[in-house]
């Protein structure tokens, strides 16, 4: 009986290797030096918030759950400013990022080393803090090892022992097979579900693994090349993935994605970042403000769209209506006029590496704006509205 | 002696047409007495058969000789033909030409067909039984080959109106009696019926007819000229919950989220189908007359209100939070007027508010008896650490038993 049992240990073992080695292959970009003092600074943040947007839709789009029922109810209208205002901070909350930090390496600390008892058992203990309310980070698990010495648990270990006493709802013990299986993995990618592999990763693994790195890495160049960005705008991958290509300088092609549908001020900030990752000595700073000034931030944006549902049945200006008729108003056109001076600026330079698609776009947005600029002005006229500058 | 012999000898040939059997070799000892007279040979079959089959004239009032039971008149000469018998023998001029060509035929006996007889009593068995009409299971009603709900097809046109992508169902199919000067107890068919587009516009008429036919098609285009126009919510279910009641029938019903399917009495289920509800819960309490089930439940419908008569009435907006949307509020209606705006004003609950002040009583429902015996805490006891086996089981299927244990 004991013989069995060791066989099919035995076999367990060869298991696990086979797994282990069949793991993803490991991507070609990697952090180099730690991203996270980049990351974490305030002014990225906030390029990076801003490019990521806030579409209401988007964020609190229908998904299957369990219970879908309706809840009706009365609201005031200063009931519903106070909800609005918890909308827009929850759409806040489901947006923030993932941290880009670096790997973290495991370091063998040992305690003490107790000769004395050696050999006390066939097998290693491990012991977990398992007090109350202690963040996974600080929960502290020692292992004594068969030979007596006492040390601080490897990473590996200290999630599981976390898994075990404190489940994360949806990390499982096992690796996914989506994230084991090279094939399965290229499914997901062929069939463009990032969004779906990314929330899964971010479930599975902490952002300091070597595995998170490596599958959100193939999850951006796969999406480099497929250029489906749109999918992952107004989530909380776009920052990571942005922050991503202006590492590695490749943003060509998000920026070509930016001005295609339109989002200067994203094009502008993305630039920027990738300016400020690489220290290019040229003053961006002046445009953004110049820029913040004339458009609102995202959540701002997102506020007014929800209290305009308000006043649907209020009596809308004439100036109003043009601006909605032509999706843009006076500082819109103003706000594009900088941006486009800024972008064709960074196409001139030497970072930009696909100059001539670039530039077409530029030239069919600047033509397109020109004539969305005539007809606003030609209907401004029209229904005699005066400028208010004047 | 001479002339009983003579006698006996006419009775054995009238005998033989009757098909009985005389012993001629025991003459003189025992004699059969036939009668040749029967009324079947004095009655035709048709009225043979009558006798059989039919019911009489009294018992065809009171109902009778109309179940599973019924016998049918069978047809004896099917399948036999003048000519053609036990034996096959050609006969010139009976089942065969007299002349062939240049030839003369004459009578000829063949092979006998052995199959005949079976093939007849086929026919005959086949004859006998009441067959009953196959019904497709989709098309089937609530119960068996009953009618109630039955589709019954659009109402015949009117004029120039045409009743297209109308379905009628049948709700109720009742024998009724009324007491007539002359003729008695009467008897009647009655039918309730209900007839929708699928899309909103929908009807129901209370027909009686002197057969279901009638019935049927009176209550259906009946139906069709009492059309009502139901305002539904995204096309699917209610505007909000609502009580109703008539008589001593009271509905309780509630909206329902996309794919919740009819939850309700089957004939309310039915109307929802002809209506084009597709979201609903129904509890009703009291009395289930049919009847009166069918009333209230359209005075409910027609009593809805949209959600900006609601709010212009409550001088409140209102909001809807889906759970799919991870609860984003979206306004449905604001009032035309001012809304309230002290927080202090006091707030109805949208439901009290549809529902008409009532409350719908959920009843707490009642451990069974034996959970707290020492039996049943055994058995939990035991049953728990395979709380989660279902689902391990599962992932190992799915994971196809490749555990990563590092």
């Known amino acids: 009986m004991s013989l069995f049992r060791h066989i099919r240990k035995l076999n367990a073992l060869q298991n696990v290797r086979q797994l282990s080695s069949a793991g993803l292959k490991s991507s070609t970009l990697q952090y180099a030096t730690d991203p996270q003092p980049q990351f974490t600074d305030a002014e990225t943040q906030q390029l990076l918030q801003s490019m990521t947007q806030l579409q209401l839709d988007k964020v609190f789009r229908k998904r299957t759950v369990p219970d879908n029922s309706v809840h009706t109810q009365f609201m005031t209208t200063a009931q519903l400013e106070k909800e609005f205002l918890q909308t827009i901070e929850k759409a806040q909350q489901l947006l923030q990022m993932p941290p880009v930090v670096k790997i973290k390496e495991d370091t063998e600390r040992i305690i003490s080393k107790d000769p004395a008892l050696k050999d006390f058992a066939t097998t290693k203990y491990v012991f977990t803090d398992i007090t109350f309310g202690l963040p996974q980070s600080e929960r502290k698990v020692v292992v004594r090892d068969v030979d007596g010495t006492l040390s601080y648990a490897t990473l590996d270990i200290t999630k599981r022992m976390n898994q075990l006493y404190f489940p994360l709802d949806g990390r499982k013990f096992y690796t996914p097979r989506m994230f084991s299986d090279e094939q399965l993995f290229q499914r997901c990618l062929d069939e463009h579900k990032y969004e779906f592999i990314l929330d899964r990763l971010t479930v599975q693994y902490e952002p300091y693994e070597a595995e998170f790195h490596n599958i959100s890495a193939k999850v951006f160049e796969h999406l480099n090349e497929s250029k489906q960005f749109d999918q992952l705008r107004s989530t909380r991958h776009f920052g990571p993935m942005a922050f991503f290509y202006a590492w590695h300088r490749c943003i060509d092609d998000l920026l070509y994605d930016m001005i295609r549908r339109d989002y200067l001020l994203n094009a502008v900030q993305l630039i920027a970042l990738s300016y400020k990752i690489h220290k290019v000595p040229l003053d961006y700073q002046a445009t953004l403000r110049q820029l913040e000034e004339l458009q609102p931030s995202p959540a701002v944006k997102a506020l007014a769209e929800l209290r305009s549902g308000l006043r649907q049945h209020q009596a809308k200006g004439i100036e109003n209506e043009i601006q909605t008729a032509i999706g843009k108003t006076e500082t819109d056109f103003q706000a594009d006029e900088i941006s486009l001076r800024f972008i064709e600026q960074y196409i001139g330079s030497e970072h930009a590496l696909k100059k001539v698609q670039l530039e077409l776009a530029v030239q069919t947005l600047k033509e397109l704006n020109l004539e969305k600029q005539q007809l606003y002005e030609g209907l401004k006229k029209a229904h005699g509205v005066q400028q208010q500058a004047s | ?406």
């Open chain 2, 1 to 406: 002696m001479a002339g009983l012999l003579l006698k006996s000898i006419q009775r054995w040939k009238s005998s033989l047409r009757v098909g009985n059997f005389v012993n001629l070799g025991g003459l003189s000892s025992n004699l059969l007495i036939s009668r040749s007279t029967s009324f079947f040979n004095k009655l035709p079959a048709e009225d043979i058969w009558r006798g059989v089959t039919a019911v009489s004239n009294a018992g065809k009032k009171r109902g009778r000789g109309k179940g599973t039971g019924k016998k049918i008149a069978k047809d004896l000469n099917k399948g036999q033909a003048i000519g053609i018998g036990k034996k096959t023998c050609i006969w010139p001029g009976l089942n065969a030409p007299i002349i062939r060509g240049n030839e003369l035929l004459h009578q000829q006996k063949q092979s006998e067909n052995i199959d005949r007889e079976k093939n007849i009593q086929k026919i005959r068995d086949s004859m006998g039984n009441f067959k009953q009409m196959k019904i497709n299971p989709i098309d089937r009603g609530w119960s068996g080959t009953k009618m109630p709900g039955r589709s019954i097809g659009p109402p015949d046109t009117v004029g120039e109106e045409e009743f297209t992508s109308f379905d009628t169902f049948v709700l109720e199919n009742k024998i009724v009696f009324i007491m007539k000067g002359n003729m008695g107890r009467k008897r009647r068919y009655s039918v309730l019926s209900v007839t929708g587009n699928k899309n909103g516009l929908a009807g129901f008429a209370l027909a009686k007819g002197p057969e279901v036919r009638t019935a049927l098609r009176k209550s259906k285009n009946r139906a069709g000229q009492k059309l009502m126009s139901i305002n539904l919510y995204e096309n699917r279910t209610i505007n909000h919950d609502f009580y109703t009641g008539f008589g001593k029938t009271k509905i309780f019903v509630s909206k329902k989220p996309d794919g919740y399917g009819l939850v309700c009495h089957r004939a309310l289920q039915t109307i929802c189908k002809a209506i084009g509800i597709r979201d609903l819960h129904a509890k009703i309490e009291g009395s289930t007359n049919l009847q009166h089930i069918v009333k209230a439940f359209f005075i409910g419908l027609m009593r809805q209100k949209t959600y900006q008569d609601i709010a212009n009435e409550s001088c409140l907006h209102i909001v809807e939070s889906q759970m799919a949307r991870n609860g984003y509020t979206e306004i449905k209606a604001s009032p035309h007027m001012d809304p309230k705006n002290a927080d202090n004003d006091r707030i109805i609950d949208f439901m009290q508010f549809t529902l008409g002040n009532k409350i719908v009583l959920r009843k707490k429902s009642v451990p069974p008896f034996y959970a707290q015996s020492m039996g049943y805490t055994k058995h939990e006891i035991k049953k728990e650490r395979f709380r989660n086996q279902a689902n391990v089981r599962l992932h190992k299927l799915v994971n196809n038993y490749n555990y990563n244990y590092t």
